[in-house]
């Protein structure tokens, strides 16, 4: 091998001419980051998990004719042990939040949410509905939102690949299921039901405003009390 620096050590081992340029420096994270996302994004794991008529076309979106295993997702997993992509397909009660956060919790990290429809993005047509969940992320955090109501194959799948594309981005060196403060490691506090739905992450609020509350109603009582009585004096 020559050498243009004057102040460099000849090696001992001779590489021919036609050999120089074969030589490529790169950087260890460039190179890592994406075998490494490539491996996660064509390897998706969806759980088996649907609430109402969206998932019937998440079925539709895994049978044949659209053929979701181009992609390496095709693997449906009954167990959310073995998931990593939870699918909200489907209009979400109050009843069904408790039991969608706990899965939710038995994922492992990396995971990820894809909402489907409108319903469970926002509440769709049944939004005003008493047991009705205006979107599932106010308990969960969604990486992909599918409009429609409700949306086609395609749909689905174009938001496949868009969760594929956010992971291309990420980088195992940055990846918060790596970081000792992840903000969003943790398990998920379940909902519990009551007089209505109940998110335990907001109860100091709650508590703050029912005493309020409560000390407004005692000071109207209160103060109904004196004009009751006041007559009766004069």
């Known amino acids: ?87 909200i397909s489907g209009t979400v009660t109050k009843k069904m939040v408790p039991t969608i956060v706990r899965l939710y919790n038995q994922m492992p990290e990396p995971r990820y949410v894809l909402s489907m429809g409108a319903c469970a993005s926002g509440g769709g047509p049944f939004k005003e509905g008493y047991n009705v969940v205006d979107g599932i992320d106010k308990f969960l955090p969604v990486d992909v939102y599918v409009p429609g109501c409700p949306p086609t194959p395609q749909a689905l799948i174009n938001g496949l690949i868009a969760l594929q594309e956010k992971i291309d981005q990420q980088s195992i060196a940055t990846a918060p299921w790596y970081r000792k403060d992840d903000p969003t490691a943790g398990v998920v506090p379940i909902p519990v039901l009551g007089p209505d739905l109940v998110d335990l992450r907001k109860i100091d609020t709650i508590k703050r405003e029912a005493a309020k509350a409560l000390a407004e109603q005692e000071k109207q009582e209160a103060q109904e009390r004196e004009t009751a009585v006041s007559p009766e004096a004069a």
């Open 1 to 87: 091998m020559t050498s243009s620096n004057a102040g460099a050590v000849a090696p001992d081992l001779v590489v021919p001419e036609e050999l120089s340029n074969n030589v490529m420096i790169t950087n260890i994270a460039k190179l890592l980051d994406p075998a490494y996302n490539w491996a996660r994004r064509n390897s998706i794991w969806p759980m088996v998990f649907g609430l109402a008529c969206c998932a019937i076309e998440m079925i539709c979106t895994a049978s044949s004719r659209y053929d979701l295993a181009r992609f390496g997702m095709e693997v449906f997993r009954a167990t959310p042990r073995q998931s990593d992509l939870m699918i």
